[in-house]
């Protein structure tokens, strides 16, 4: 019983230091600098293990007790440290303002206030034995239902994954990128103050960066040391890695043709290309750009026009470089033959070439990240016979322009149609975060998925529904990307173009405009067994209905002339969102969610008038409009949309589309909304799609 008594001590106040010393880390932001998921979140959890363990050894040794006078203090003790805590619990959070909050707390207070008060009121120590023996049976429930309510909101704890900045006076003070590992995964930037094993990390904007500061490259070896003031940098000193090759002259950069094994070489300045380079059989090289303010240049003039080379080298790392080749009669700027693991990030590609980037004979293990590319003649990147090709994140420019095709070319996947595909094919690369999964009734896709009501915009649908991924990965399953790269793949394979060029209709709206006849090239896919039926009552059908009727509600009330001059003059004025959302804010009331909502309608002077150029002047032709988007659950957005189709000439084509959707998943309810327009549905036919009607038309025949 004696050893039981000094084990129960020990324990209490071994439990009781740790949970508080846990306690003060979590209130100062303090962690342990750990890259275990396992021992952070063991200290996410241990001040409510630590306190259950607390109060069972108190229990036990109030028990157990033979000499009973310390229990009489104890129990005060406790019993004011825990009414301290409920009132700072009060008082420091905004329970105190919510009566459900505020109450809870009284009630436990009111529990708790005996266990205070007794002990003063009763002087036989027998009966404060058994009262402190009951607090600590109370409280070991009360922190296990904390536990439990703490696991059932645990988001996860945050690891470091690499270093961005390091200060050059303090060492132990560095900027890192931190991914949160659990439930809620997601990526933050923080300042890091190392304290021996110990850190306090501290929210970070780059726009207060100030002082001398050391950058890091991807792999955290450390390349420059600039001056920041709020974030611009006013002074930037390349640093050369140890054991790199130093490259700032022509005659250097000729020499990576006798490059190396496993050898890193660091490109500092702009460099002249005299030669065509190639290496050859050789692995582990690394190509990388120091500068951190502006990536280092290598170029060529047309007269001696150059290209680089890897031929049959794993391994290759090129980061941060700025090429400006002028190929000539070179297909590529940089050319890869049967190399695996290659990796280009932080790139940009801006000479006269075919293609920027070319992989053949059978390359295997390709990553382009973060990539730009532009000047290119036919294809930002061209692939044939290669293997476990990621393109994410790069941007293909033509004529100026950011373009969503002629961005890939998977030169041996054959140009084929469509075979129809099912649901089973899409369901992998549905994206749950385009739907509303916690205010709606969901469908099941699959065993770890749940989606509700979709309340995107209608271009976004595809992407929603991963139909441009499944496709692609069904017919060119070794290139993988984002889902721009996906609409490159259909391009290609359908021969068709997405983007069609400026119609010379308000030039300046820079919005992209669709082709209409890839718009038909796609209605082809739709079929009866593309989704359930369920799917569609669930998921789209208050989306599908609100497209449809949108078209309808235009072409009935709007004179579509006037209406996109009117759009255009107000996105002029940067201010297409307030014209689209003032004009139709009575539109369709039954498909709005938001019409009530003082956020949505925040913003928007219901006097100003949003057709008419500010001081009655028209803006100049280099205006670059923007703003052309509101909320895009709503009617306006949806309105917005067909204007920018009437606008591109597209919305013949996808109203057709529109019609063979409904037609095919909600027939009744499209009969019924046509009646009630007092128009007829277009009979089945072989039409031209050349010789479409819009619905206006439509009805002026049948007059």
């Known amino acids: 019983m004696k050893r039981l008594n000094t084990i129960t001590s020990y324990t209490m106040a071994i439990s009781a230091g740790i949970a508080i010393l846990c306690t003060l880390f979590a209130a100062f932001n303090i962690e342990l600098s750990s890259k275990s998921e396992f021992i952070l979140t063991a200290v996410e959890y241990s001040p409510f293990v630590l306190v259950i363990l607390f109060f069972i050894a108190l229990l036990v040794k109030s028990i157990i007790a033979q000499k009973t006078g310390w229990t009489r203090w104890t129990c005060v003790a406790i019993g004011a440290i825990w009414l301290i805590s409920l009132n700072l619990a009060i008082f420091s959070s905004n329970a105190h303002n919510e009566t459900p909050s505020k109450w809870l707390i009284v009630l436990m207070e009111l529990f708790f ?38 696991s059932a909101h645990f988001k996860g704890v945050e690891i470091e994954t690499n270093r961005l900045y390091l200060n050059s006076d303090n060492s132990n003070i560095y900027v ?29 904007d780059y726009w207060t960066l100030t002082g001398k500061w050391k950058g890091y490259d991807d792999d955290g070896i450390i390349i420059s040391e600039c001056v920041y003031n709020n974030g611009t940098v006013e002074e930037c000193t390349p640093i050369i890695p140890e054991g790199s090759i130093l490259i700032e002259t022509p005659e250097a950069l000729n020499a990576l043709s006798n490059a190396t094994e496993n050898s890193r070489y660091v490109i500092n300045g702009d460099i002249k290309a005299t030669n065509s380079i190639e290496i050859g059989n050789k692995n582990g090289i690394t190509l990388l750009g120091v500068t951190m303010n502006s990536n280092p240049k290598i170029y060529s003039s047309s007269q001696t026009p150059t290209t680089i080379t ?64 532009e000047g290119f003649a036919e294809y930002g990147v061209r692939v044939h016979s290669s293997y476990n090709t990621s393109i994410e994140e790069n941007k293909f420019i033509q004529h100026n322009e950011i373009t969503n095709s002629n961005m890939v070319w998977i030169a041996d996947c054959p140009r084929q149609d469509v075979a129809p595909i099912s649901f089973t094919d899409i369901c992998p690369y549905i994206q749950d975060h385009f739907f509303d999964n916690d205010n709606s009734e969901t469908v099941t896709i699959n065993e770890d998925t749940q989606i509700g009501a979709y309340y995107w915009s209608a271009l976004e649908l595809p992407y929603a529904l991963g ?18 790269d996906a609409i490159n793949t259909l391009a290609f394979v359908s021969g068709i173009n ?14 992209n405009r669709i082709n209409p006849k890839f718009v038909e090239w796609g209605a082809t896919l739709i079929n009866k067994d593309i989704i359930p039926l369920n799917f569609y009552n669930i998921v789209l059908k208050r989306f599908a209905r609100m497209m449809c009727e949108s078209y309808l509600y235009l072409n009935k009330n709007e004179d579509l002339e006037n209406l996109q001059y009117e759009y255009a003059k107000a996105a002029n004025r940067d201010m297409a969102s307030g014209f689209i959302k003032y004009r139709f804010q009575h539109a369709l009331p039954h498909y709005n969610i938001n019409s009530n909502n003082e956020e949505y309608n925040k913003g928007y002077d219901e006097e100003a008038d949003y057709a008419t150029p500010e001081n009655g002047e028209e803006q100049t032709d280099e205006t670059n409009y923007s703003n052309y988007y509101t909320q895009t659950e709503e009617v306006p957005c949806m309105m917005g949309f067909w204007i920018r189709r009437v606008i591109d000439g597209s919305a013949k084509s996808i109203w057709k589309a529109t019609l063979k959707f409904m037609q095919t998943f909600d027939p009744e309810w499209l009969k019924e909304t046509m009646y009630t327009y007092e128009m007829a549905l277009p009979e089945e036919q072989e039409a031209n799609p050349n010789d479409e009607l ?10």
């Open 176 to 204: 890192a990128n931190f991914k949160r590992v659990g439930p809620s995964a997601s990526e933050r930037q923080y300042q890091v103050h190392k304290y021996a094993f110990l850190m306090k990390k501290t929210p970070f």
């Open 498 to 511: 997405p983007i069609a060029p400026q119609n010379g209709q308000y030039p300046n709206l820079s919005f």
């Open 467 to 484: 139909i441009y991924t499944a496709i692609s990965q069904k017919l060119c399953p070794n290139v993988r990307g984002s889902h721009t």
């Open 310 to 373: 890897f031929r049959n080298c794993n391994n290759i790392k090129i980061q941060n470089i700025q090429f400006d080749l002028q190929t000539g009669t070179n297909p590529a700027i940089l050319s890869f033959h049967g190399c695996k693991n290659v990796d280009i990030s932080k790139c940009r590609f801006n000479g006269k070439s075919a293609y920027s980037l070319t992989f053949d004979n059978n390359c295997d293990s390709i990553t382009l990240t973060n990539n730009s590319m």
């Open 113 to 150: 206030l005996p266990f205070f008060i007794l002990p003063l009121v009763i002087k036989n120590s027998y009966w404060t034995k058994w009262l402190l023996a009951a607090y600590s049976f109370f409280a070991t429930i009360t922190a296990g239902i904390a536990l439990i309510a703490f």
């Open 694 to 703: 819009s619905i206006v038309e439509i009805q002026e025949q049948e007059m």
